[in-house]
């Protein structure tokens, strides 16, 4: 992990539930954290959550921006 994944990592810990993320057409909704996994969803599937490794979810995130708080 380099230190801008690190910066991102720092950024999304200190981020709250609910959170809208955006990276072209695509959005993610932050819900939580688990050990080692980040849980989102999308606007799209509202019922479904899904879990991805950190550093998946960190390289995904790099150059998405912040929507909502």
Known sequence: MNANQKEVLIKLLGLPIGTILRKGKTERI?????PGMIVYRTKRSKTKF?????NSFIK??????????
Do not use: D, P
Not at 50 to 54: C, E, G, K, R, V
């Open 60 to 69: 995904w995130a790099e150059k998405a921006e912040i929507i909502e708080v």
């Open 50 to 54: 899904t879990a991805l490794n950190i």
């Open 30 to 34: 932050l819900c939580g954290l688990m």
